[in-house]
T-cell receptor, first 112, second 112 residues
């Protein structure tokens, strides 16, 4: 069955360091992958989308990589700040699908 | 633009009671979705709609019904609430041809 795995353990890092979150998937051939941010008590907010034929995407301090051979996406936040503390969700969808499947999310805690 | 709004924000029900959750979007989006989010389970799709007057089942539809009588509104109904339906419910919408989903702030439901 299709499976999306994100680290269930919280990632704790110091302010200024680069945070790297992982999204692994099995039995899936996604056409694109998205990353969302979710703050406590709020709905997810879209951050970045990367397509299967793209290796890397950047937006300000955010960078996403997509390796369809390893079936893995990495989400990087450079020069992290306490305000980056949140849960980050990855979501995958097949080509032509309008129903993404979400991972369970990884909590990021940035310490001042 | 208000984006996606959800009513109510919080509700307590007794087992067997019924209620309707309202989702409204002012972005003229074709697609709308209802998810539930439980600790450790991530976002799970309940029902979705690809246009006014259409609805379809998602991953966990049992115990829920939906209606999309107007393009901007998507209603989620619980006919006979059960404690297992205690959760946070999120509505989302997106434009056809684009992948990004816009989420509402959520409705926290407690069934006693």
């Amino acid at each position: 069955s299709q499976k999306i795995e994100q680290n269930s353990e919280a990632l704790n890092i110091q302010e200024g360091k680069t945070a790297t979150l992982t999204c692994n998937y099995t039995n899936y051939s996604p056409a694109y992958l998205q990353w969302y941010r979710q703050d406590p008590g709020r709905g997810p907010v879209f951050l970045l989308l990367i397509r299967e034929n793209e290796k890397e995407k950047r937006k300000e301090r955010l960078k996403v990589t997509f390796d369809t051979t390893l079936k893995q996406s990495l989400f990087h936040i450079t020069a992290s700040q306490p305000a980056d503390s949140a849960t980050y969700l990855c979501a995958l969808a097949s080509g032509g699908s309008y129903i993404p499947t979400f991972g369970r999310g990884t909590s990021l805690i940035v310490h001042p | 633009n208000a984006g996606v709004t959800q009513t109510p924000k919080f509700r307590v029900l007794k087992t067997g009671q019924s209620m309707t959750l309202l989702c409204a979007q002012d972005m003229n989006h074709e697609y709308m979705y209802w998810y539930r989010q439980d600790p450790g389970m991530g976002l799970r799709l309940i029902h979705y709609s690809v246009g006014e007057g259409t609805t379809a089942k998602g991953e966990v539809p049992d115990g829920y019904n939906v209606s999309r009588l107007k393009k901007q509104n998507f209603l989620l109904g619980l006919e006979s609430a059960a404690p297992s339906q205690t959760s946070v419910y999120f509505c989302a919408s997106k434009n056809s041809g684009l992948e990004t989903q816009y989420f509402g702030p959520g409705t926290r439901l407690l069934v006693l």
